[in-house]
């Protein structure tokens, strides 16, 4: 199992950014995805995740409304749209197999390396 992790930077609230993460080694298109985070001291925090069997997507309250998960299965890839950053969105942001908190962690071994985000205010 491979995830890799794309497109964070750095941007002043407000701004965008688009994520990816390339997903090998396991049949993509059958597994639910998910995004989380872990800000700087802190525990990871589950965000939002898409369900393999017809793309349902879900999302915590904070981010609900700004970022948007979506999925290519063709290209065994995962992204999340990030608009009206603020500054609390800063963290490592990783994919991850599954939907939800316990799910996520349960395989967390296989998270990728990552990808920074940060909002400067």
């Known amino acids: 199992v491979q995830l890799v992790e794309s497109g964070g930077g750095m941007v002043q609230a407000g701004g965008s950014l688009r994520l990816s993460c390339a997903a090998s080694?396991?049949?993509?298109?059958?597994?639910?995805m998910s995004w989380v985070r872990r800000a700087p001291g802190k525990g990871p925090e589950w965000i939002s995740g898409i369900k393999a069997s017809d793309s349902t997507t879900y999302y915590r309250d904070s981010v609900r409304g700004r970022f948007t998960i979506s999925r290519d299965d063709a290209k065994s890839t995962l992204y999340l749209q990030m608009n009206d950053l603020k500054p609390e969105d800063t963290a490592l942001y990783h994919c991850?197999?599954?939907?939800?908190?316990?799910?996520?962690?349960?395989?967390?071994?296989?998270w990728g390396r990552g990808t920074q985000v940060t909002v400067s205010s």
């Open positions: 991850a197999r599954g939907v939800g908190p316990i799910a996520t962690t349960r395989d967390e071994q296989n």
């Open positions: 080694g396991f049949r993509f298109s059958n597994y639910d």
